[in-house]
């Protein structure tokens, strides 16, 4: 399928705005738009709509609540979110129940907005067979100890290692860190599947490093466990990071078990089918605030970079 025949979704209660983002588009794509949920999932049970973008603020189903009932009906849909205002429920509810792709600030500027769409299209055109199956189960894990997926805990108490231990030891090895250094090591020399962290340990802003990482490593899951709930932060690191939860804790056994457990199961859908690696693109950092962070990263990620390729060719 050629990208001109991809479809696009729009969803804004506005009418004003429907036209001007039908107007943005139509000349590349074939455009749909909705002026309110119920309307939208109407159209996306009976058309395959490549990418959805949704207005947040509307009556009736708010753009969170509809992005996670697209992800239900349709996960190769991309998803992105236009916002208006800082609405940390709903910035931190569209992270863990729909997944977006991105947020977009309103007022948008139309070249940022042009390449997200496009970006988003290209991903879904390329990826939509492999993405199919790519919703949330309440999964059991069998798989062996050691098997070569583990789990990083940056954290600088022992209780979420400890929590995590409990509920994965008998399916994952669990490296319990207490800082970025710590957490380099293991990654230098373990497969890590999914990484746990705070915004902060040890007095330093995790949130580079989570960035940083997952430009060279995408495959990889990060569950954001942590008690400075921050909507800019929660919309940062969804852009720049693809995280894959934005968590407040302290968190219980029973959400916290299947959380790992699907985090583990897109690292290993990532794994066996790379070519949904796509769908874990994420924006350039602008400007890097911790430069001598940034270099002494790299340094270490030599090594996780080689052993990123090689999982890569052994898929």
Wanted: net charge negative; proline share 3%; hydrophobic share 40%.
């Amino acid at each position: 399928m050629s990208e001109e025949q991809a479809n696009l979704l729009f969803v804004d209660d506005e009418q004003q705005i429907l036209v001007s983002l039908r107007a943005l588009f139509r000349s590349k794509y074939n455009v749909y738009t909705a002026d309110g949920g119920a309307n939208a999932l109407d159209i996306i049970r009976t058309k395959h709509i490549h990418t959805v973008v949704s207005d947040q603020r509307m009556p009736k189903m708010t753009g969170h609540e509809l992005l996670r009932e697209i992800k239900k009906i349709s996960p190769s849909t991309m998803r992105i979110l236009l916002t208006g205002y800082s609405d940390m429920d709903a910035v931190i509810k569209s992270v863990n129940d729909g997944e977006v792709f991105r947020f977009i600030s309103k007022p948008w500027n139309n070249d940022e907005l042009r390449t997200t769409v496009d970006n988003a299209v290209q991903i879904a055109l390329e990826t939509g067979d492999d993405a199919a199956d790519l919703h949330d189960q309440v999964l059991e894990d069998k798989s062996p100890v050691g098997s070569g997926d583990g789990i990083l805990v940056i954290n600088d108490t022992p209780d979420i290692a400890e929590q995590v231990q409990r509920l994965c030891q008998e399916q994952h090895l669990t490296y319990d860190t207490r800082n970025i250094d710590e957490a380099l090591e293991i990654l230098a020399h373990e497969e890590i599947a999914v990484i746990i962290t705070d915004v902060t340990v040890a007095g330093e802003d995790t949130t580079e490093f989570v960035k940083l990482l997952k430009q060279q490593y995408p495959m990889m899951m990060t569950i954001v466990l942590t008690s400075e709930m921050d909507a800019q932060t929660a919309v940062s690191l969804i852009n720049q990071a693809r995280i894959f939860r934005y968590l407040t804790k302290p968190i219980g056994d029973g959400m916290l078990r299947p959380i790992i457990a699907n985090g583990m199961h897109s690292y290993r859908a990532n794994k066996e089918r790379p070519n949904l690696l796509q769908r874990q693109t994420v924006e350039s950092i602008e400007a890097v605030q911790n430069p001598s962070l940034a270099s002494k990263i790299m340094g270490r990620l030599k090594t996780l970079r080689t052993r990123f390729r090689f999982s890569r060719q052994a898929s």
